[in-house]
């Protein structure tokens, strides 16, 4: 059986969540702004017709946001993941598989959907489905391969006259859209790999398909081998079920403002440190090291400098955010120096075990402290309800290092205190 993929993408994502609760700025342009209201990271379609680029810094388009009323926006992650798992909860139902690719898209498994209904008419149904359900535009691509499910769904963005679905099932359409597509447009082909591909005359994703899959591997890599022969409606990448287990988590953040005080820093420290240890058990997982960082910005000239990151492992893994917390504050005191004006810090988690598969150090004793799963589940179930928050006192009661969110729209969807009010 021909296998079918179908790759599901909402539409300007960010941007689109900040409209969703405010039908005022339905045609306004709106953007979205990095950590600390730096620069721009996504954009509304109107905010696009303005050529306003990807990346950036807001303070060199204030004359574009007063000529023409843009809108912008601290991003608010909170929202974003809450309305990602609605569309993805939909799009579970709609398939018998679901490979859940990003925050914004999502690959589907339609093998054998086309034996009993039309599959441009099931795209179509899921688009209307999660648009009247969750307030989601989204472009669907339907392909019997991942790679040109991909361009099936950049075809559904950039042709207004497709409906935002388009069916690519049929190989002299697959044909018609690879002569029309930039080789730097396929999945998987980077900046470094064009410039290499067209100095060998390959400027289009019907180039690519036609060239020899041996010889691209040669000089290249197996993996644009594949991507050759996924162009060619030959199937090479199936569906990631199981999302792949992470090697470390890293929670860091630029501050709001320059810090010279050793206990907001350390504040941070134990606040990035906190955030860590709840994703960690969020991953089932238990840690083995710890690392610490801190850094003045290197974009202030003039200006004493420093950088140091420092790590330490522990005798046995563990997933308690008191244990975590103890380390880094040794490390932090060790990497501190006064007389700068520190701009980010941060922590790293790497060294994972699965509960119970690790060999415990033989000349120290078991460091678990006593219910602890216990205390940390409490603690996790507590700040995940939306009903309050439990915190540790290393963490400050009022933070002032905290990043500049000067444009936050509200939490909509997940705190009581901030649900839309109809008047």
Request: glycine content about 6%; charged content about 25%; hydrophobic content about 40%.
């Amino acid at each position: 059986m021909k296998t079918v993929f179908a790759l599901v993408d909402c539409n300007n994502f960010y941007a689109s969540c900040e409209k969703l609760f405010r039908p005022d700025l339905k045609h306004t342009p709106v953007v979205v702004l990095s950590n600390n209201d730096g620069c721009i990271v996504a954009r509304s379609k109107e905010a696009k017709a303005l050529g306003i680029k990807m990346g950036v810094p807001l303070f060199q388009i204030q004359d574009e946001i007063k000529e023409h009323g843009i809108v912008c926006f601290s991003s608010n992650y909170a929202l974003y993941a809450d309305l990602s798992n609605r569309v993805m909860t939909i799009l579970e139902e709609e398939a018998p598989r679901l490979e859940v690719y990003s925050i914004d898209e999502a690959f589907m498994d339609l093998t054998g959907v086309n034996n009993v209904m039309d599959l441009l008419a099931f795209g179509q149904q899921v688009k209307a489905k999660v648009d009247q359900w969750t307030g989601i535009t989204v472009g669907v691509g339907i392909a019997p391969t991942k790679t040109l499910a991909k361009l099936a769904n950049h075809a559904a963005k950039k042709y207004p006259a497709t409906g935002s679905v388009v069916d690519l099932m049929d190989p002299d359409r697959q044909k018609r859209l690879l002569a029309l597509v930039d080789v730097s447009d396929v999945w998987g082909v980077g900046r470094r790999t064009t410039a290499k591909l067209k100095t060998r005359g390959i400027h289009t994703a019907l180039d690519l398909a036609n060239a020899d899959p041996k010889s691209i591997r040669s000089e290249f890599s197996v993996v644009l081998e594949r991507t050759i022969r996924e162009l060619n409606g030959v199937s090479c990448l199936d569906l990631e079920l199981v999302r792949p287990t992470k090697q470390q988590i890293i929670c860091s953040r630029s501050f709001g403002h320059k810090v010279t005080d050793k206990r907001e820093l350390r504040e941070a420290i134990a606040k990035y440190t906190t955030r860590a240890a709840e994703k960690l058990r969020g991953e089932k997982r238990f840690c083995r090291v710890v690392s610490v960082f801190v850094r003045t910005s290197p974009f202030i000239p003039n200006e004493p400098q420093y950088s140091k990151t420092l790590s330490a492992e522990l005798p046995n893994p563990t997933d308690d955010t008191r244990d975590l917390l103890e380390v880094a504050d040794v490390l932090f005191r060790r990497i501190y120096r006064s007389g700068y004006r520190y701009a980010k810090g941060g922590v790293m988690l790497a060294d994972f075990y699965e509960h119970g598969a690790f060999q415990q150090d033989l000349f120290q004793a078991d460091n678990t402290k006593i219910n602890s799963k216990a205390l940390m589940s409490v603690v996790d179930k507590i700040n995940h309800s939306g009903l309050g928050k439990v915190f540790f006192a290393s963490q400050g009661v009022s933070p002032q290092w905290s990043m500049k969110r000067e444009h936050l729209s509200p939490a909509y969807t997940t705190r009581w205190d901030e649900l839309p009010k109809v008047y």
